[in-house]
């Protein structure tokens, strides 16, 4: 089922920098019926789960979590880098390779009790992910799990998530 899925998935070399193999998932979404498929399966796994909210994390996390969070019945919410959202919010910093992140969200996108999938493109690192998740239990809520188009195996980023379930529709 996800063969024609990841048969549209292209690699970049060296981008965004040298030594970098990128996996551009922009066939995907051009492509209605393979982009249906892919939401789709998504559903098909969290459906019983009874989700709250649907977090997008920045950017393109947003464009898998808001179809998703509609097909479900759940409210869509966004993680942005600091400074781009309007309203109060708390941060969470990661570390990245030299240096470090960060990740805000409205201080009012979730509460107590919310039960709260996170979403996003691609598993790597899992420094972003595992920064958005750590937003999620900070609130109060409970984090169902997360949910990535690609999992970039390689680099072990499902092991920083802790005991969260990890549900990605593709392996490399």
Known sequence: MMDAVRARIRDVPDFPKKGIVFKDITPVLSDPHTFREVIDAFV??????????VIGIESRGFIFAAPIAYALG???TI???PGKLPWETIRE?????????????????????????????VLATGGTAGAAGRLVVRQGAELLGY?????LSF????RQLGHAKVHSLLTF
């Open 44 to 53: 098909e796994r969290w459906k019983g789960e009874r989700v709250d909210k």
């Open 74 to 76: 759940a409210g869509f």
């Open 155 to 158: 680099l072990n980023g499902a």
């Open 93 to 121: 910093v990661y570390a990245l390779e030299y240096g470090e992140g960060a990740l805000e969200l409205h201080i009012d996108a979730i509460g107590p009790g919310d039960r709260v999938l996170v979403v996003d493109d």
């Open 147 to 151: 949910a990535f188009l690609a999992e």
């Open 79 to 81: 993680v942005r880098k």
